[in-house]
C-alpha cells in the first residue's frame, strides 16, 4: 500500500531550464497539495487541486509555475525558466477529501537545485 | 488568514529528559491542529492533531500535546525522549470547514544528545 511517491527525489537544472516535479498520490486520493520549503523555513502551501481542477493556487507565484492533475496519471509541478530563488524541496501531499478534518499524507519531497 | 509562530529553532535536551515544544497560533476563525515531524531528507509523517473534544491529545512516539485555547496554545511534549526523536518538528494548522489547506510554523529543531 504505496504512501505518496514524488520523483525525482533530486533535481539538479541549470538557471532557464524547465523542471517538472512530479507526485503520484496514495491510491483512492484525489486531493493533491504541493508545498514549497526554503531552507531554515517551514512549508509554504502553493496550490491545491482535486482531479483536473485548480481549487486553489493562491501560494503559486504569479509567473512560471504552474500545476496540473490529470484524470490519469501523476500531479505535476511545472517551472518554467528556473533561477536560483526557486531552490527548495517541494513537497506533495495528498487527502482522500478536501474535509479539513482528513489526514494529508505527505511525499518525501523533491529537492531542487538551481546552478 | 492564520499564522503559526513556533518560538524555539533549535531545542537541545539529553537522552530520557523531558522536552516541550512551543506552538502558538493566530487566526480569526476557529481551527484544527496539528504536529508534524520530519526526519532528515524524509517527508513530513503526523504526530497528531487536535480536531475537538478532549484538549489533551496523545499520538505517536509517545508524544502529546494540549490545545489551550484562552493562550492560542498547542504545545508539544514528551515525558523522556530518545536519541531517535532527534528531528525537525512542525506545528500547523487549518481552518474548520476550509479545506485542508495547511499554515506551518517555521519549525524546531529538536536535537537529543547522550
Known amino acids: 500500500n504505496a504512501g505518496v511517491m514524488q520523483n525525482p527525489r533530486h533535481l539538479v537544472r541549470r538557471r532557464g531550464q524547465e523542471a517538472r516535479l512530479r507526485c503520484s498520490p496514495v491510491k483512492g486520493h484525489s486531493h493533491v497539495y504541493w508545498y514549497r520549503q526554503l531552507p531554515e523555513e517551514g512549508l509554504k502551501f502553493m496550490v491545491y487541486l482535486q482531479k483536473e481542477n485548480i481549487i486553489d493556487e493562491s501560494g503559486m507565484p504569479k509567473e512560471r509555475f504552474s500545476a496540473e492533475f490529470p484524470k490519469e496519471g501523476p500531479s505535476i509541478l511545472r517551472i518554467q525558466q528556473v533561477v536560483r530563488g526557486d531552490s527548495a524541496a517541494y513537497f506533495c501531499a495528498s487527502s482522500s477529501s478536501g474535509a479539513s478534518n482528513t489526514e494529508a499524507f505527505f511525499g518525501q519531497g523533491t529537492r531542487l537545485t538551481v546552478v | 488568514a492564520q499564522s503559526v509562530t513556533q518560538l524555539d529553532s533549535q531545542v537541545p535536551v539529553f537522552e530520557e529528559a523531558p522536552v516541550e515544544l512551543r506552538c502558538n497560533y493566530s487566526s480569526s476563525v476557529s481551527v484544527y491542529l496539528f504536529w508534524y515531524v520530519q526526519y532528515p531528507n524524509q517527508g513530513l509523517q503526523l504526530l497528531l492533531k487536535y480536531l475537538s473534544g478532549s484538549t489533551l491529545v496523545k499520538g505517536i512516539n509517545g508524544f502529546e500535546a494540549e490545545f489551550n485555547k484562552s493562550q492560542t496554545s498547542f504545545h508539544l511534549r514528551k515525558p523522556s525522549v530518545h536519541i531517535s526523536d532527534t528531528a525537525e518538528y512542525f506545528c500547523?494548522?487549518?481552518?474548520?470547514?476550509?479545506?485542508?489547506?495547511?499554515?506551518f510554523g517555521t519549525g524546531t529543531q529538536l536535537k537529543v544528545e547522550l
Open positions: 500547523a494548522v487549518t481552518m474548520t470547514g476550509g479545506g485542508n489547506k495547511l499554515t
